[in-house]
């Protein structure tokens, strides 16, 4: 029992010196960091001025199409409910929707489980943005919302020119990445093979801006009285093949 005690004390004693640089920067941004118990990962929690708490994870996947270590981001807008955006690259989106697809015209399944993460569902509910400024950001990333309005609203300006800049270093190609926005808040997720502070700090940087576009778009949308309105449970379409024309069962 000593012995398996002294060994956790070095792991975690090891992990604080590996991760000094992020617990460093994020204190610096008036963060709390902290490894999770098994010193596997580090949680980090602060408040972003003129946006809202952020939440920084890194450490084991929470989704299968992620094989490694990620990184997970958590901003609290306040956003409402309805404003339902993601962002997801793009052969990412295309294995998803395989597998979405595969399950909708399986004989022995009606419907996707209602386990399924939402942005496999919503890339069957909702509409692609067709039109983006920066082809650089639609050859590398697909987006899609509650309207297709709205998404390509969200990715027309500073967010597509900051996710070019992403797709230079930080999400090479095939490099699983999904950012979304739901139930008020931004979610960013992302493989993260080895935390790195320069990494983490990019990541952080272009989930302040999706958010910032985010919340510009809200207010737009509000004094314009063009309120987008959707079921998140409402996401099964009555033909799921038609979404897919050029696969067969």
């Known amino acids: 029992m000593v012995i398996k005690q002294v060994k956790h004390w070095m792991k975690l004693r090891a992990s604080a010196a590996l991760w000094k640089p992020i617990a460093d920067w994020s204190q610096g941004r008036g963060g709390v960091f902290k490894l999770t118990e098994d010193g596997e990962g580090f949680v980090i929690d602060e408040s972003v001025a ?16 992620i094989t490694g270590p990620e990184l997970r981001m958590r901003l609290d807008l306040k956003l409402m409910p309805d404003l339902q955006l993601m962002v997801i690259e793009r052969q990412l989106m295309d294995a998803l929707e395989r597998i979405v697809f595969e399950a909708y015209t ?12 939402e942005e496999m569902r919503w890339l069957v509910m909702f509409s692609k943005a067709e039109t983006w400024r920066s082809r650089v950001a639609r050859s590398r990333f697909a987006a899609c919302g509650v309207t297709q309005d709205a998404a390509t609203a ?12 992403a797709s ?31 990494p983490v700090r990019g ?38 093949a038609s979404r897919y024309p050029d696969q067969t069962s």
């Open 50 to 65: 003129g946006l809202g708490p952020l939440r920084i994870e890194w450490g084991a996947p929470q989704r299968e199409y």
């Open 168 to 198: 230079q270093d930080l999400v090479p190609t095939a490099h699983p990445f999904v950012m979304l926005t739901q139930r008020g808040n931004l979610y960013l997720r992302v493989l993260m093979s080895e935390a790195q502070v320069e």
């Open 203 to 240: 990541f952080v940087k272009l989930a302040e801006t999706a958010a910032q576009e985010a919340l510009q778009l809200q207010q737009k949308l509000g004094d314009a009285g063009a309120w987008p309105t959707t079921s998140s449970m409402a996401w099964s379409p009555s033909n799921p």
């Open 106 to 117: 399986d004989t022995l399944q009606t419907r996707v489980d209602a386990d399924t993460p």
């Open 154 to 165: 969200w990715v027309g300006g500073p967010l597509g020119e900051a996710l070019a800049l």
